[in-house]
């Protein structure tokens, strides 16, 4: 029986039911294995003070601190972050946090392994963790956790560190771990663990009826992400000018909401451009088989999940040459890779809607990323670390 504590400051909860969906569904997926128990440890960011009371930590503040979680054990302890400082302190703050309930844990669940599913602040957290505890730990990149802190000067460091203490390491990507060994950690305990996807849920289907229930008609195109600077909401926003037959849908939510309003209404914009804000993610199957294409100007990605959930929709996808975008995109028919620019964009846009991929063809390019498949790579990638003790 392998014992998996898995550690994920990336983890729904009834404030955020979207957040970390991917990291939900691959703990819910090796905790099915009859050879295996898994709790979870989601920790809460949340500042000292009356800053907890701000609408952005108070429902988090009141989260249970342990509850069954459809079907897994989840304990939230809550983490002091201290919102003008930055995340330099975080790692630190959340070993000492967890150090107590850890303890607690083991005394009834014996844990084998510490599984940290995003690497900061979790990943060096989880090498001291690991270290008290006299177990083996693996940390998981998923793209912005090394971009972004991995290119910060109080995280950096901190990052190499615990990626070289590791005793395994997954890349959601092979272009994320050139990434991870670029920054200096070592490229032969790296794994490519890639995503997957559950192709009953995402498939295709009869896209003018999809439409017709959108009240759509003409050309549809979605992007779906989080409304932040990097994803390329605006960018996708500005092709639209060069689109004029087409109508744009924009699902998720972010601090970006109301710029991007605002650039739609001066651009004239509003009858063909929708903010659909967060949308649960069983609502998403449907908005992906009534489009024609799906964006995603992005400025960086590890291997974006919805790139392969509009490939199993039968939805070819113009994304941006970050990140992980050739290992998905990697035929015709899956879509376009193209420089992060309206125009360009655009162009590819009308390319594909004038000679539009077959759907079964499309489709093909996300087979492979099956949750099963995940699951099992997962499980040998864990055990194998206790083999190797």
Same mark, same amino acid.
């Given at each position: *029986? &392998? ?55 108070? %429902? ?26 930055? $995340?330099?302190? #975080? ?11 850890? /303890? ?6 014996? !844990? ?5 599913? !995003?690497?900061?602040?979790? %990943? ?12 083996? !730990? ?11 802190? %991995? ?21 959601? #990507? ?10 200096? *950690? ?28 959108? $009240? ?8 779906? %992400? ?43 914009? $509003? ?9 649960? /993610? ?11 294409? *799906? ?6 990605? $590890? ?65 492979? !990323? ?14 194998? &670390?206790?083999?190797?003790?």
């Amino acid at each position: *029986m &392998l014992r998996v504590l898995t550690l994920s400051t990336l983890f729904p909860d009834a404030t955020r039911p979207t957040f970390g969906v991917f990291v939900e569904r691959q703990m819910l997926e090796l905790a099915a294995r009859a050879d295996v128990e898994l709790q979870v440890v989601a920790p809460l960011g949340i500042p000292p003070g009356p800053l907890r009371l701000h609408p952005r930590y108070r %429902g988090m503040a009141r989260l249970p601190l342990e509850e069954r979680w459809k079907g897994l054990t989840v304990h939230r302890p809550p983490f002091p972050v201290l919102p003008l400082v930055g $995340g330099r302190y #975080s790692p630190a703050l959340l070993a000492s946090a967890l150090k107590p309930l850890l /303890h607690e844990i083991r005394k009834s669940f014996p !844990f084998d392994v510490i599984d940290a599913e !995003f690497f900061y602040p979790d %990943g060096p957290a989880a090498a001291r963790l690991a270290k008290a505890f006299g177990v083996p !730990f693996s940390i998981k990149a998923r793209g912005a956790d090394i971009h972004h802190w %991995g290119g910060q000067p109080g995280s950096a460091r901190k990052i190499v560190a615990a990626g070289e203490a590791a005793d395994g390491l997954l890349a959601v #990507s092979a272009a994320l771990k050139r990434d991870m060994i670029a920054l200096g *950690m070592p490229g032969e305990r790296i794994r490519v663990h890639y995503t997957g996807v559950d192709l009953n849920r995402f498939r295709p289907a009869d896209r003018a009826a999809a439409k017709a229930s959108l $009240g759509v008609a003409g050309p549809l195109l979605l992007t779906v %992400g989080h409304l932040i600077e990097r994803k390329g909401q605006a960018i996708a926003i500005d092709a639209m000018r060069l689109l004029p037959e087409a109508t744009l849908l924009i699902a998720g939510e972010g601090p970006m909401r109301s710029a991007l309003k605002a650039r739609i209404a001066a651009a004239g914009l $509003g009858e063909r451009v929708r903010l659909l804000g967060a949308m649960p /993610h069983e609502a998403l199957p449907e908005i992906y088989s009534a489009a024609d294409l *799906m964006l995603l100007p992005a400025a960086s990605e $590890g291997l974006a999940n919805v790139w392969v959930e509009a490939l199993a929709s039968g939805t070819p996808v113009v994304t941006t040459d970050v990140g992980g975008a050739r290992e998905v995109i990697d035929r015709p028919a899956a879509g376009r890779l193209v420089e992060r620019d309206p125009v360009a964009i655009a162009a590819a846009v009308r390319a594909l809607l004038d000679a539009p991929p077959p759907q079964v063809e499309v489709r093909a390019a996300a087979e492979r !990323f099956t949750w099963a498949a995940n699951s099992a790579a997962l499980h040998d990638h864990l055990a194998g &670390l206790l083999q190797r003790r």
